[in-house]
C-alpha cells in the first residue's frame, strides 16, 4: 500500500473497492472517485458502472461481498490502497477482519463491533457501560417475558428484532396485538430474541460519524422518513427519503453527539479490545429530557448517505482512509455545503412487501435535467435487450441539491414526475414543512 501525503499525489494513485449494490453504495461511488485512479465495485450496479473517474469510470464485478474468499484475493489483486464497505452483511460476515490480516486498509468494523448494529441487546449493554443515554429496555426469549415487557413499558409499544432485518425490524404501534405478533416472529427465528423499550417521543436525528478506533469526527447531521407512505402512514421501510441539513436542530448537535455517544461507545469498544473503525450511525431522538439514542448501525444508512454526501466538499476517500490507518487525527473535519439537499426514494410496486421486479424504467436522462439533481441506482438491472429494469424494492434515489430545503425538495419532486415505472411508489410529503 501506498496511502498519501500530498492531495496531488492522493488524488492520481488511490485504488478504491467498493462493496455494495445500492443507492449508497451509487453515492459513495460518486464521492469518491474523483480522488480514484481505480474503483471496483462488488457487484455494484448499472449507475455504478457509469461513474466517471480521472482515469475512465468505475468497474463493477458480480461477487459475493460478503464472502471474504471472493473479496480478499479481489483487493490482493488490484492491490487496493481501500476498501469501503456498503452494507451490514459483509461486516457482520466478518469480511473486515479478512482484510486486515490480509494487510488491506479497510473502512468498516470487524464483526466482533459490528455487533453494535448486529444485536440490539448487545449495543443497550455496551451504552449501559459506557454511559450513554438510551431509552429502558428489556431483552426477551419467551413469550412470557415479552407479554411482561409489553405491559411494563405500556403504549406505544416498541419491539425491536436483536438481530438485523434490513431497517425493517422495528414495529412501534399502539396496538398491543400487533406488537406481541411481531415480538413472537422475532422469537420464531433460530436464536430468536427481541427488545422491547420505553417509547421516545422527540423528532429523530440521524448523525453519522466516522472512527479510526480512537479519533471520531460526526459529518452533517440528516433526518430520514421510515414509513412507506405520506404522514408516517404504513409500514415501516429501510426508507423512503431524507434531507439535510437540519435547521432546526441545534448548532453544536453534532460536538454533542460525539461527546455523549460516540467518544464514549468507542472508548469502550476499545476498552473491550474490540475496536471500533468505520462508521457509526447513531440514530437519535431529540426528547424533552434531552438525547438520547435509539440505534445503532455500523455503516453508512441508506437513504440519508444519498443527501449527506451530496452535500461534503472536503475529500471522502482522504477521510476514509485516515479512519482505515489510524490517522483521523491528523486531517482536517470534514466542510459542507451551504445548501440544502433531498433525497427521495422511488420503490418498486409491493415494496417493502411482495415486491414486483422487471419493471422498466425511464426518464432518468430527463430527471438528471432538472437544475442540481442526480439520480442513484438501487434495484436496477439491464434486461436481455440492454433497457433498465427495476430488480430490487427500492429502485432509485432522486437526490436535488438547492439554495434551502424548499428549492432543493421542489426540484426532487420535478425530477421524479420525469421517471417512468409502472406502478412505482414514493411519499410526497418528504422534508415538507420543514
Given at each position: 500500500?501506498?496511502?498519501?501525503?500530498?492531495?496531488?499525489?492522493?488524488?492520481?494513485?488511490?485504488?478504491?473497492?467498493?462493496?455494495?449494490s445500492g443507492a449508497r453504495e451509487h453515492a459513495l461511488a460518486?464521492?469518491?472517485?474523483?480522488?480514484?485512479?481505480?474503483?471496483?465495485?462488488?457487484?455494484?450496479n448499472p449507475g455504478i458502472a457509469t461513474v466517471a473517474l480521472?482515469?475512465?469510470?468505475?468497474?463493477?464485478?458480480?461477487?459475493?461481498?460478503?464472502?471474504?474468499?471472493?473479496?480478499?484475493?479481489?483487493?490482493?489483486?488490484?492491490?487496493?490502497?481501500?476498501?469501503?464497505?456498503?452494507?451490514?452483511?459483509?461486516?457482520?460476515?466478518?469480511?473486515?477482519?479478512?482484510?486486515?490480516?490480509?494487510?488491506?486498509?479497510?473502512?468498516?468494523?470487524?464483526?466482533?463491533?459490528?455487533?453494535?448494529?448486529?444485536?440490539?441487546?448487545?449495543?443497550?449493554?455496551?451504552?449501559?457501560?459506557?454511559?450513554?443515554?438510551?431509552?429502558?429496555?428489556?431483552?426477551?426469549?419467551?413469550?412470557?417475558?415479552?407479554?411482561?415487557?409489553?405491559?411494563?413499558?405500556?403504549?406505544?409499544?416498541?419491539?425491536?428484532?436483536?438481530?438485523?432485518?434490513?431497517?425493517?425490524?422495528?414495529?412501534?404501534?399502539?396496538?398491543?396485538?400487533?406488537?406481541?405478533?411481531?415480538?413472537?416472529?422475532?422469537?420464531?427465528?433460530?436464536?430468536?430474541?427481541?427488545?422491547?423499550?420505553?417509547?421516545l417521543d422527540g423528532p429523530e436525528v440521524s448523525l453519522f460519524?466516522?472512527?479510526?478506533?480512537?479519533?471520531?469526527?460526526?459529518?452533517?447531521?440528516?433526518?430520514?422518513?421510515?414509513?412507506?407512505?405520506?404522514?408516517?402512514?404504513?409500514?415501516?421501510?429501510?426508507?423512503?427519503?431524507?434531507?439535510?441539513?437540519?435547521?432546526?436542530?441545534?448548532?453544536?448537535?453534532?460536538?454533542?453527539?460525539?461527546?455523549?455517544?460516540?467518544?464514549?461507545?468507542?472508548?469502550?469498544?476499545?476498552?473491550?479490545?474490540?475496536?471500533?473503525?468505520?462508521?457509526?450511525?447513531?440514530?437519535?431522538?431529540?426528547?424533552?429530557?434531552?438525547?438520547?439514542?435509539?440505534?445503532?448501525?455500523?455503516?453508512?444508512?441508506?437513504?440519508?448517505?444519498?443527501?449527506?454526501?451530496?452535500?461534503?466538499?472536503?475529500?471522502?476517500?482522504?477521510?476514509?482512509?485516515?479512519?482505515?490507518?489510524?490517522?483521523?487525527?491528523?486531517?482536517?473535519?470534514?466542510?459542507?455545503?451551504?445548501?440544502?439537499?433531498?433525497?427521495?426514494?422511488?420503490?418498486?410496486?409491493?415494496?417493502?412487501?411482495?415486491?414486483?421486479?422487471?419493471?422498466?424504467?425511464?426518464?432518468?436522462?430527463?430527471?438528471?435535467?432538472?437544475?442540481?439533481?442526480?439520480?442513484?441506482?438501487?434495484?436496477?438491472?439491464?434486461?436481455?435487450?440492454?433497457?433498465?429494469?427495476?430488480?430490487?424494492?427500492?429502485?432509485?434515489?432522486?437526490?436535488?441539491?438547492?439554495?434551502?430545503?424548499?428549492?432543493?425538495?421542489?426540484?426532487?419532486?420535478?425530477?421524479?414526475?420525469?421517471?417512468?415505472?409502472?406502478?412505482?411508489?414514493?411519499?410526497?410529503?418528504?422534508?415538507?414543512?420543514?
Amino acid at each position: 500500500m501506498a496511502w498519501i501525503v500530498t492531495p496531488a499525489r492522493y488524488a492520481a494513485t488511490v485504488k478504491i473497492l467498493l462493496l455494495g449494490s445500492g443507492a449508497r453504495e451509487h453515492a459513495l461511488a460518486r464521492a469518491l472517485a474523483p480522488a480514484a485512479s481505480e474503483l471496483v465495485a462488488v457487484p455494484g450496479n448499472p449507475g455504478i458502472a457509469t461513474v466517471a473517474l480521472p482515469t475512465g469510470t468505475a468497474t463493477t464485478i458480480k461477487a459475493d461481498p460478503a464472502s471474504a474468499e471472493d473479496v480478499v484475493p479481489l483487493a490482493r489483486e488490484m492491490q487496493a490502497d481501500l476498501v469501503v464497505i456498503g452494507p451490514e452483511a459483509p461486516l457482520v460476515a466478518g469480511v473486515a477482519d479478512a482484510l486486515r490480516e490480509a494487510g488491506v486498509p479497510v473502512f468498516g468494523p470487524g464483526a466482533e463491533a459490528a455487533r453494535l448494529e448486529g444485536s440490539k441487546a448487545f449495543a443497550k449493554e455496551v451504552m449501559e457501560a459506557a454511559g450513554v443515554p438510551t431509552a429502558e429496555a428489556a431483552v426477551c426469549a419467551t413469550r412470557e417475558e415479552l407479554e411482561a415487557a409489553l405491559d411494563r413499558f405500556g403504549a406505544p409499544h416498541v419491539v425491536k428484532d436483536d438481530g438485523l432485518a434490513a431497517g425493517k425490524g422495528v414495529v412501534v404501534t399502539s396496538d398491543r396485538e400487533a406488537a406481541l405478533a411481531h415480538g413472537l416472529a422475532c422469537l420464531g427465528k433460530e436464536g430468536g430474541r427481541v427488545v422491547v423499550e420505553d417509547f421516545l417521543d422527540g423528532p429523530e436525528v440521524s448523525l453519522f460519524c466516522v472512527c479510526d478506533g480512537a479519533t471520531v469526527r460526526p459529518l452533517a447531521p440528516a433526518q430520514d422518513f421510515k414509513r412507506l407512505a405520506d404522514g408516517d402512514a404504513g409500514p415501516n421501510t429501510g426508507g423512503m427519503g431524507a434531507y439535510t441539513p437540519l435547521t432546526w436542530a441545534p448548532e453544536d448537535l453534532g460536538e454533542q453527539v460525539v461527546r455523549e455517544v460516540a467518544q464514549p461507545v468507542v472508548d469502550e469498544m476499545a476498552r473491550r479490545g474490540t475496536p471500533f473503525t468505520g462508521l457509526l450511525y447513531c440514530g437519535l431522538a431529540l426528547t424533552a429530557q434531552g438525547l438520547r439514542v435509539v440505534e445503532f448501525n455500523v455503516r453508512f444508512g441508506d437513504p440519508e448517505t444519498q443527501a449527506v454526501l451530496a452535500r461534503l466538499t472536503s475529500s471522502l476517500p482522504e477521510l476514509l482512509l485516515a479512519c482505515a490507518t489510524g490517522r483521523l487525527h491528523e486531517v482536517e473535519p470534514p466542510t459542507w455545503s451551504e445548501q440544502a439537499a433531498v433525497d427521495i426514494v422511488l420503490a418498486a410496486p409491493g415494496y417493502p412487501g411482495t415486491v414486483t421486479t422487471g419493471g422498466v424504467i425511464t426518464g432518468i436522462e430527463a430527471a438528471e435535467a432538472v437544475a442540481g439533481v442526480h439520480v442513484l441506482h438501487a434495484g436496477t438491472g439491464l434486461s436481455d435487450d440492454g433497457e433498465l429494469v427495476a430488480t430490487g424494492g427500492r429502485v432509485l434515489s432522486v437526490v436535488a441539491l438547492g439554495d434551502d430545503v424548499e428549492q432543493a425538495r421542489a426540484r426532487a419532486y420535478e425530477a421524479v414526475s420525469r421517471i417512468h415505472l409502472e406502478g412505482a411508489q414514493y411519499r410526497t410529503d418528504i422534508a415538507a414543512g420543514r
